[in-house]
């Protein structure tokens, strides 16, 4: 009796200790050619694994059970398999892919390549190159909206958002903004999708259904040099209600308020602060902080950073899985 | 606090006007280019020769660059570029192609060429240095429609000022070439050291009068004997001597200046802020690393690539007007927007402090404070130049 007591109270331990409860961040650190992964219960590193050249832009299958990875310097983008956290394959990614987004469907795989000034389009089941539309100089953000109609590409030089249609694969518009845009971050519904411009220091909000910008954001960081307020990363909450903008050698992340673009809020973080991800719940924030190698923990709630978690050289991209 | 303005919507009919459905009329930009570097004369260490065509590639990855943002506006970029081998070549050049309605510039020539320029261009004339680092064409000589992609001397020096300053090696001993380019880089250093605290302990020219039957690397620890000092700074721009200095030191000292660590425009070692992009795509086309003269060659062309895009017409006057207002901001690859001084139309910029194989530092470093912008802590700011030239 007392041993099957003991055998039941073990094989709940078991259950409880599974990965399902644990929730992980992965974490690309571009000068080290690994991938750092972290639980975000214990907001600790658990595994670094190693990847390909000069890691960036990763982003999850459909299903989570797949994570893909621009390995920029190899030319190639990586599919790391979850359960085993081994790579499984390569995909044709054209020349140095750095950021890239998959398509609702599950299949289509849009690649910005960065040196080419061109997006390639992969099916990531058959692996075949479906297209290479020419963009401007150095493509650079990507983002499908999440009803599967536009890709978006922003190129850097060039200034431009390129928006691609994605039964056609032409590009239908674009639309100059600010200084090297980087990012592309869509609302939920798809109607509105938020740009980030580095050195223009400024975020635009660009009405999805006209295809014209309805209103631009800009940032005063206290204290800090207006030079050094470069927007980067944006990061939405599902509710609709805030949206955090990645301020990146100004150290801080700006939180607005999604429905008047309204800067509500500063927080510091690490240095230079480049992408972020909200855990599955949305409590958490999650942020790359280049310089100083390490990611900042917001809680979203009370708005305040409450951990640093060191992870390789120049963490650059991360997402965190909502199944795991 | 974010800023929701009349300006803003302005802004919006402005890009609504820019995309290429609404454009018809393709737009065609053309830039001359004309450069004369004159011959450096023999120099004992040209194991590494520079390049011939630095400049010119700058400017033709800068016109590619801009045609590539051109065709989803349906403007195009040409270059009509003449590499003279004369200043009387470079002068005729410039003054075929301004008789061919040529309106916007690049020159890469020595400050008396584009002097000589400078006054034959007429009023609709917009031209960017991007050759010369001389004082004068900043602090008096300035002309309204001339622009300066270049940094001057000061502006390098007052980098590698700082830098020395933010180390503690305030006291440094000086060795100066025997060129004009070598007193006006070394005059330039001595500003910088009173700007920012610094004692020159030695102030020696290299003359040649040094015995030549010893090889330069038996010379030079002779020549660099005295009580201390921290660091040796060579002034020797085209690089005779200078290259025999670091390692040959009489005190076991580091060597900075125009060889040793160097403030420089531009150097293959800069990667960060995105340049790895540009190196590789320079890289690409002219088959060699990419230096000082072809970024200010770029940087012009991307100036009026930028203005263009905005505009939507390619008038020097108000290209011009646009580069000066607050409105313009180059994103040039240095991690700080590039905007021009509106007094002696001085391109700001930060400047890269690198060895050979190595980014070392990159000014204006953080405590260097200025009222306005940090960036006009380098190089001869709004007070030190009797420039006005917008006003």
Not at chain 1, 75 to 104: C, M, N, W, Y
Not at chain 1, 118 to 147: F, H, N, R, Y
Not at chain 2, 159 to 164: H, I, N, P, R, V
Not at chain 2, 361 to 373: C, D, I, K, Q, S
Request: hydrophobic share 40%; net charge negative.
């Amino acid at each position: 009796m007392k041993s099957m007591f003991k055998q039941t109270a073990l094989a709940a331990m078991i259950v409880l200790s599974t990965p399902a409860l644990a929730s992980l961040a992965y974490v690309s650190n571009e000068k080290d050619n690994t991938l750092s992964i972290i639980n975000t219960e214990s907001r600790e590193v658990v595994e670094t694994i190693s990847v390909g050249q000069r890691p960036r832009g990763i982003l999850l299958s459909m299903d989570h059970t797949k994570l893909y990875i621009c390995a920029s310097d190899d030319d190639t983008v990586q599919v790391l398999d979850l359960a085993t956290r081994k790579i499984v394959d390569t995909l044709p990614s054209g020349e140095d892919p750095e950021q890239f987004a998959l398509h609702p469907n599950n299949k289509h795989l849009y690649i910005s390549n960065e040196d080419d000034a061109i997006v390639t389009v992969v099916d990531v089941g058959t692996k075949e190159v479906l297209a290479q539309i020419d963009v401007g100089i150095e493509p650079e953000g990507m983002a499908v909206s999440p009803d599967g109609k536009w890709a978006v590409n922003t190129s850097e030089t060039t200034s431009m958002l390129h928006w691609i249609n994605t039964d056609t694969f032409e590009i239908e518009k674009n639309i100059v903004i600010g200084q090297r845009p980087r990012h592309v971050e869509f609302s939920k519904d798809s109607k509105i999708a938020w740009a980030s411009a580095e050195i223009g220091g400024t975020v635009h909000i660009i009405d999805v259904d006209n295809l014209e910008q309805i209103h631009e954001m800009s940032f005063k960081v206290p204290g800090v040099n207006q030079d050094r307020v470069q927007p980067v990363g944006i990061e939405l909450t599902s509710d609709g209600k805030f949206a955090f903008v990645a301020l990146g050698p100004s150290n801080h992340v700006a939180v607005v308020d999604a429905q008047t673009y309204e800067v509500l809020d500063y927080l510091l973080v690490g240095s230079r602060v480049w992408q972020l991800d909200l855990d599955k719940d949305e409590k958490h924030l999650y942020t790359t902080n280049g310089v100083s190698g390490d990611v900042s923990v917001i809680d979203v709630e009370d708005l305040k950073v409450i951990k640093s978690i060191k992870v390789g050289r120049y963490p650059w991209g991360v997402v965190i899985d909502p199944s795991s | 606090m974010p800023r929701c303005s009349a300006k803003g919507f302005i802004s919006l009919i402005a890009f609504a006007l820019l995309s290429t459905s609404v454009l018809a009329e393709p737009l065609k930009v053309r830039i001359g280019h004309v450069q004369w570097v004159p011959d450096q004369g023999p120099v004992l260490s040209n194991v590494i020769p520079e390049p011939e065509d630095a400049g010119l590639r700058g400017a033709e990855l800068a016109i590619a660059d801009n045609s590539t943002t051109g065709k989803f506006l349906g403007q195009t970029y040409s270059l009509q570029s003449k590499v003279a081998d004369s200043e009387e070549a470079a002068v005729a050049a410039f003054e075929a192609m301004h008789q061919n309605g040529m309106e916007l510039f690049v020159v890469n020539a020595p400050a008396q060429t584009l002097k000589i320029i400078m006054d034959k261009a007429g009023d609709n004339t917009l031209v960017f240095n991007a050759g010369t680092k001389d004082a004068t064409l900043r602090t008096g000589q300035c002309h309204s429609n001339l622009l300066h992609t270049m940094p001057s001397y000061a502006m390098l020096t007052d980098a590698l000022g700082q830098w020395l300053n933010q180390r503690r090696w305030n006291e440094v001993f000086l060795i100066t070439g025997p060129t004009e380019a070598d007193k006006g880089w070394a005059d330039a250093f001595r500003r910088s050291a009173k700007r920012f605290g610094l004692e020159i302990v030695e102030d020696k020219p290299w003359t040649f009068e040094a015995d030549l039957r010893r090889t330069a690397s038996k010379e030079l620890p002779l020549f660099t004997q005295a009580s201390d000092y921290d660091a040796v700074v060579v002034a020797d721009v085209r690089g005779d001597f200078g290259e025999y200095v670091p390692f040959n030191t009489w005190l076991p000292r580091p060597v900075v200046g125009t060889q040793g660590m160097s403030p420089v425009t531009w150097h293959r070692v800069v990667e960060s802020w995105g340049a790895a992009q540009l190196q590789n795509r320079f890289r690409d086309l002219a088959d060699r690393d990419m230096n000082s003269e072809d970024y200010a060659a770029w940087a012009a062309i991307r100036s009026i690539g930028t203005a263009v895009t905005a505009l939507g017409n390619a008038a020097p006057n108000e290209i011009r007007s646009y580069l000066f207002s607050d409105k313009f901001q180059l994103a040039a690859f240095k991690g700080r927007k590039q905007t021009y001084r509106d007094w002696n139309g001085q391109l700001r910029q930060p400047i890269p402090l690198v060895h050979p194989r190595g980014l070392v530092a990159r000014a204006p470093f953080e405590g260097f404070l200025h009222p306005n912008t940090e960036m006009d802590t380098l190089g001869f700011d709004k007070p030190e130049s009797e420039c006005r030239i917008n006003n």
